[in-house]
């Protein structure tokens, strides 16, 4: 065979191999491509069945990636659960959840529940049974945990065993979307209850991502994550912050008036002294030194012996220290110096009233053995700062503390101050920036006091608002905060069901362990505290007969 002649044959061969390669990949593309078709026939199948059409485009959008295995595990239940989910989702304010939520996604669930592989007890997660070398944080997630079954619709599941609790999973999530729409949580609080949700998914089927109702919930997490970032990186006030953020100056000045409000009792081994003694400690251990998150809540005082497995108030010889030896969003022990301002005022409620728990009950003063739960001082700051009209917790003080830090510098704190505070807050410079610090639209016109503490520890700007500007009369006490809290209550008793047939128990273990004659005292003190014209009104007789003195009553102000 000639030269000419074998080229042209290899040629040929060449050129029908490249055909046959081309006709094998467009077989392969084209079957691909109807079996997409077929799913998304199938998709708008299932849209037509539920009269869901606002919904076909988003699904047909996942269904698009090839490569995507999870979600063809995943369909949509048009079922009673799926309809309150959606229905609630559409009374959050207008482009405060992320786009996802206008989707299918939240909706989807399994065709076919997976068995869970690892059946968790919040008592080991507690314990960090489930830690690995990059994931350390499970005693916070159980923490949220025992939060998130206090709401009435998740009491049903066991405290222990959580398998019924992960199992319900879609029950989970709308009572995380429902509470965050009732209490006004902001888009990080929704998807910090998401990441607990998401991370008790990840364990019990066997640390695996692929799970596809893992992905889902993930899937959702990282939209909250990525909602709360640009957020964040605007240093303004969302929605949620608007109704709570308050101005460090009535921060101070709160923290001033109950340092006043307590140094004048002359009695201050009472019931009523104790009360404010620990309103005075708890609002000073958030504003005399850079302010925590909610670890000052769980405080002891620490005795020679104690191991370094909870937190602590240390009284050394010439200083005072916080001792904090839990980790807390992955930030590990600190110990931190308090001002001679803070430590006076710590060891003044030491000796007078000497406990192991810095929080304990004051209506059961002088019994100081079982410390206060979390939530209940949480409560108790948070009404402390009801007169203002806004719901203050440790995250709105660290944000406000951060942001007036800035504005006494005209936003030019140096780098080396930020690195400072981020370590005394335990927190990151970049969150510190990102997310705490707040640029204001309508700051209130404020002056500033720099105030230095006698050992030079630390720098405290006690601040004063200028009289002569109205906005700084929004804050001004519109309702008495007792009364508003009293209809707040009467409002929940009638629509609770659940409530109110807790709070009847309670009266009847109440009414029966006290007694009526003490139970009648108590209430009368309660008007003497709240009610001016109470005490304007109330007969010597009455004080007599239940042996009370007017001077003896912490008068809330």
């Not at 005072?320 to 803070?342: Q, V």
């Amino acid at each position: 065979m000639m030269k000419s002649q074998r080229i042209k044959k290899h040629t040929e061969k060449g050129a029908q191999y490249q055909q046959e390669q081309k006709n094998k990949h467009h077989n392969k593309k084209e079957l691909k491509k109807k079996a997409l078709e077929k799913h998304i026939e199938k998709a708008k199948a299932v849209i037509e069945k539920t009269a869901d059409k606002e919904i076909e485009e988003d699904y047909i959008e996942i269904t698009r990636d090839e490569n995507d295995k999870i979600f063809k595990n995943l369909y949509y239940n048009n079922d009673n659960i799926a309809k309150k989910t959606k229905e609630l989702i559409s009374k959050f304010p207008p482009n405060f959840l992320p786009p996802i939520f206008q989707g299918l996604i939240p909706l989807l669930v399994e065709k076919k529940q997976e068995p869970i592989k690892v059946r968790i007890k919040l008592s080991d997660l507690s314990n960090g049974k489930y830690h690995t070398k990059t994931s350390k944080s499970d005693r916070g997630i159980a923490s949220g945990i025992k939060t998130l079954l206090k709401i009435p619709e998740l009491q049903q599941y066991d405290k222990e065993d959580l398998s019924d609790f992960i199992k319900n999973h879609r029950i989970v999530f709308y009572n995380i979307l429902k509470t965050g729409l009732d209490k006004k949580h902001s888009i990080s609080t929704i998807k910090g209850n998401m990441v607990r949700l998401v991370r008790l998914l990840f364990i019990a089927y066997g640390n695996k991502k692929t799970t596809p109702i893992y992905a889902k919930y993930a899937l959702i997490m990282k939209a909250l994550g990525d909602k709360q970032e640009a957020e964040d990186d605007e240093n303004t006030l969302n929605e949620n912050e608007q109704g709570r953020f308050l101005k460090w100056v009535y921060v101070l000045k709160e923290q001033q008036t109950l340092e006043e409000q307590f140094n004048n009792i002359k009695n201050k081994k009472t019931k009523e002294a104790y009360n404010t003694n620990l309103n005075l400690i708890l609002i000073s251990l958030y504003s005399l030194t850079p302010p925590l998150r909610k670890e000052i809540m769980t405080l002891q005082f620490k005795k020679q012996g104690d191991d370094d497995t909870n937190d602590y108030i240390y009284f050394k010889r010439d200083e005072t220290i916080l001792d904090l030896n839990r980790n807390k969003k992955r930030h590990t022990e600190i110990d931190i110096p308090l001002s001679s301002h803070l430590s006076k005022i710590l060891k003044q409620s030491y000796e007078l009233y000497p406990r192991k728990y810095v929080f304990t009950d004051a209506r059961k003063y002088p019994n100081f053995d079982k410390p206060l739960a979390e939530s209940s001082v949480a409560d108790r700051l948070r009404k402390m700062f009801i007169k203002y009209g806004v719901n203050v917790g440790a995250s709105i003080l660290r944000s406000s503390y951060t942001t007036f830090r800035y504005e006494e510098v005209d936003d030019k704190l140096p780098n080396s101050e930020v690195k400072k505070m981020a370590k005394l807050m335990r927190t990151s410079p970049q969150y510190l920036t990102t997310s705490y610090r707040k640029i204001l639209n309508n700051p209130r016109i404020l002056k500033a006091i720099p105030i230095k503490e006698e050992d030079g520890q630390d720098v405290i700007i006690k601040q004063e608002p200028d009289e002569n500007d109205e906005r700084n009369h929004r804050t001004i006490i519109k309702e008495d905060p007792y009364k508003k809290n009293n209809e707040y209550l009467k409002k929940k008793y009638k629509e609770d069901e659940q409530y109110r047939k807790k709070v009847l128990e309670q009266q009847q273990e109440y009414k029966a362990k006290v007694g009526k004659e003490e139970i009648q005292k108590r209430k009368v003190i309660s008007l003497l505290r709240n009610s001016e014209q109470y005490r304007k009104s109330i007969k010597q007789k009455t004080l007599d007969k239940y042996g009370i003195k007017l001077e003896d009553i912490d008068i809330r102000k």
